[in-house]
């Protein structure tokens, strides 16, 4: 983790009591014993040096005690070497161990109870929450920053001036709108927000002109068709005009007195532009059909030329278009014929043999059998494809429309690929010319919450996470589908800044610094923790109570005991005196035994300890615990448990990381030269759990603080590991592990999360 020579300052809420301070712009973290924001220190295999890097070397806080009488008893190896090393220091050793018994005798009592008990069931726990407020929420109770624009407009930046997801049908104005003109619609959006007509159509009078009507009663009289057509092909060479009097001709051909064309049907003002938008779906469904146009191809006569149906296909509205019509057409322009043609059909002269492509259209056409679920995911494949590239999130949204543009290909909202989406949701979204995709597609996800996009989204691994919103995946590397993945987190709302904000998350706190003492339980208990304590209390305590209070004894013995009699005598030469005091026979017996259990004691306390030490361990108290490089099972095991003789059997993942790989034994666990092929990778790290003995390789652009259950798949549960953003109140995913899904009983449920909003 290396930062920049010339560190600036950031300021954050630095505890769980929200108290503001200024530091370092340093990767950051809450601690979980003092609920304070911390400089994050990370223990690496090879420490960096350098300005602003905080690596230290590896260490365990293991007591020294335990430590010795390991060493008493367990050789290094078994070469002949470091058995006669280990023979001849066994003596010296024997001697420091017996040595910190006598004067250090808390240090041999091991973490969680004499003789390996353990009461800790949980993983540290994430202290901090989500404490901002939200750009949009799921429910109608909660406070949005649509809420605030209503009442204080100027106020509000146009990003944060959009929605509320209740509320997401209302009237708005914003502030880049040209001077306001009395609006067409005179009821409130919510009583049309699904209509069987179009809100404007193009009839025929009785005269055979052609006129806009947004008469309601009028419009709900008439049969009408839509249009479909790709504006940069049809308007390249003709005029506007032309093309309109090509369609009226086509819609005299098919018989019809009504059609629908964005160039004369949307909206003139920006509200009527999203409504048009939010309605499109019901425009498509309603037409009798909808007839594609396209441009003169090389050759007038191939109609069915590749090259202008590529074209077309490559827009963003065309899959809408097409899969909610009744009955499909094409025609040529200028004065082509209108030809009827199936779905099937012109997904072969559209799409090819895009599999995608293929499975939305059979799936549409009755063709195949897809999960709801799948078929949306594909849908959003293939629609993501089309068009221009998202715009940046990072960079400012493009203005509101103007006015005079009327095709729906001119409309510049930067989320017109969710628009499109949306029109295959039970329920859509208003659109906001000033939100991001992925705002959008978070509340698309939000008011559709059954089938929870967002969520799924989250638990899944990208080959690259996003900087910002980094929630977002279009695929996972470990190969599992969106509908593979059960959430088991929901989104409460999105903040302004693109980030998700969870509820019912559990959370446990990844430990950097160093290895812990771990509590751990152990077979017969009981006993263990008996001899533990005689040897830990016992030997001080004899050895106390005969140099404290014998001298008490002796002289009640004299005083109360008539038969036991004591002689001083004493003289003097000069200025020296010599004093002669015999003490009675009972306190020099009471005394010899007290030192000498003592002594004995002092003997056999190493192998005491030993016998507290030696049970099989059965549980061990629950840690994360990172590491910067790579550490080997034979390592891991040395620094964890290196104050017991009977250590558990540590693994490394099977199939929890994308860098594991199979063992091909009977047992189910990581192959052994995991090691050995990540090594020298760059930015490489380790996480041990101690709960299930399972060491974990990943790489990540920042060590991840925080681990999130979020999900269940394959049989795992899907644990998203994040970095924190103390200044944002953020969390920035790092990487996906697929681990047991018993160990998040041990996480402790905390409060709401944010994550996937802005990069540090």
């Known amino acids: ?97 017996s040595i910190h018994l006598l004067f250090w005798p808390l240090d041999g009592l091991p973490k969680g109870g004499m003789g390996g008990g353990v009461d800790v069931t949980e993983y540290p726990p994430y202290l901090m929450y989500y404490w901002g407020q939200l750009w949009a929420s799921r429910s109608q109770k909660e406070h949005s920053a649509f809420e605030k624009a209503e009442e204080h407009p100027k106020h509000v930046p146009p990003r944060a001036a959009s929605n509320c997801i209740t509320r997401l049908l209302r009237r708005r104005k914003l502030e880049d709108d040209l001077p306001s003109t009395p609006a067409v619609i005179t009821s409130p959006p919510e009583s049309t927000a699904h209509g069987f007509y179009p809100r404007r159509l193009v009839i025929a009078r009785d005269d055979n002109h052609w006129e806009v009507c947004d008469d309601h009663d009028k419009i709900a009289r008439h049969r009408y068709f839509a249009v479909t057509y790709r504006q940069s092909d049809i308007l390249k060479h003709g005029k506007e005009e032309d093309f309109i009097a090509s369609i009226q001709s086509a819609a005299s051909q098919c018989k019809m007195k009504a059609y629908w064309l964005d160039l004369e049907c949307m909206g003139d003002t920006e509200e009527e532009k999203h409504l048009d938008v939010y309605q499109m779906a019901d425009i498509y469904r309603g037409a009798e ?171 899944m691994f990208p080959h690259d996470i996003p900087s910002t919103s980094c929630w977002y995946a279009d695929g996972d590397q470990y190969k599992a589908q969106f509908w593979d993945i059960e959430p088991e987190v929901q989104v409460a709302g999105v903040t302004d800044k693109g980030a998700l904000v969870l509820d019912g998350c559990r959370a446990a706190s990844i430990r950097w610094k160093d290895f812990p003492e771990v509590g751990v339980q152990t077979t017969g208990c009981g006993s263990r923790q008996l001899v533990a304590k005689i040897a830990v209390f016992g030997i001080p305590s004899f050895y106390a109570f005969a140099v404290q209070w014998i001298p008490w004894l002796w002289s009640k013995v004299t005083r109360e005991s008539g038969d036991v009699s004591v002689d001083a005598s004493g003289s003097c030469s000069g200025s020296s005196c010599t004093f002669n005091l015999s003490i009675s026979p009972a306190a020099a017996v009471l005394a010899v035994v007290l030192f000498g259990w003592a002594t004995i004691l002092l003997i056999l306390g190493p192998f005491m300890i030993a016998y507290s030490i030696s049970g099989r361990i059965l549980f061990t108290q629950p840690f994360l615990i990172g590491v910067k490089g790579a550490l080997k099972v034979e390592e891991v095991s040395h620094y964890l448990y290196r104050a017991w003789l009977v250590r558990p059997r540590l693994a490394y993942t099977a199939s929890g990381s994308v860098l594991a790989e199979h063992a091909e034994e009977g047992i189910r666990e990581g192959n052994l030269t995991q090691y050995d092929k990540v090594k020298e990778m760059d930015d490489l790290y380790t996480l041990v759990d101690t709960s299930t003995g399972t060491l974990y390789y990943f790489t990540a652009k920042r060590p991840p603080t925080v681990c999130l259950y979020t999900g269940r798949e394959g049989g795992l549960g899907r644990f998203v590991l994040c970095s924190e953003n103390c200044t944002a109140n953020e969390l920035h995913k790092e990487t996906v592990l697929r681990m047991p899904s018993q160990i998040h009983r041990s996480m402790r449920s905390c409060g709401w999360l944010a994550i996937g909003g802005a990069e540090d």
């Not at 109609?303 to 074209?311: D, G, Y």
């Not at 019509?325 to 099937?344: A, I």
């Not at 895009?354 to 259209?361: G, P």
Request: with cysteine; charged share 25%; glycine share 4%.
């Open 289 to 459: 059909f909808t007839v594609v146009v396209l441009p003169k191809s090389g050759d007038p006569t191939d109609a069915q030329s590749r090259e202008p149906w590529r074209n077309w296909s490559n827009r963003v509205w065309t899959l809408p278009e097409i899969l909610l019509s009744k009955e499909l057409r094409y025609m040529v322009v200028p004065e082509g014929p209108v030809t009827m043609v199936t779905l099937r059909e012109l997904a072969n002269f559209a799409y090819g043999h895009d599999s995608k492509e293929a499975a939305v259209v059979n799936a549409c056409a009755g063709m195949g059998c897809l999960y709801r679920l799948e078929h949306l995911t594909f849908l959003k494949t293939v629609i993501w494809c089309r068009g221009t590239p998202s715009q940046d999130p990072a960079k400012a949204p493009p203005k509101a429309q103007s006015r005079r543009s009327k095709g729906i290909d001119d409309l510049s909202y930067e989320a017109e690929k969710v628009y499109a989406l949306m029109a295959f949701f039970e329920h859509r979204i208003m659109p906001f010319p000033s939100e991001s995709d992925l705002h959008a597609l978070a509340r698309l996800s939000m008011i559709n919450d059954e089938y929870r996009i967002a969520e799924r989204m989250l638990s």
């Open 1 to 97: 983790m290396s930062l920049p020579s010339s560190v600036s300052k950031a300021s954050c809420r630095d505890d769980i009591s929200l108290k503001k301070q200024s530091h370092k712009a340093q990767q950051r973290y809450m601690d979980p014993d003092t609920g304070q924001c911390t400089e994050l220190v990370v223990q690496a295999v090879k420490p960096a040096s350098g300005p602003g890097i905080k690596q230290v070397r590896i260490t365990d806080q293991t007591r020294r005690i335990p430590k010795l009488v390991v060493s008493l008893f367990r050789p290094k190896d078994c070469s002949p070497t470091n058995l006669i090393v280990f023979v001849l220091l066994w003596p010296f050793r024997f001697l420091i161990c």
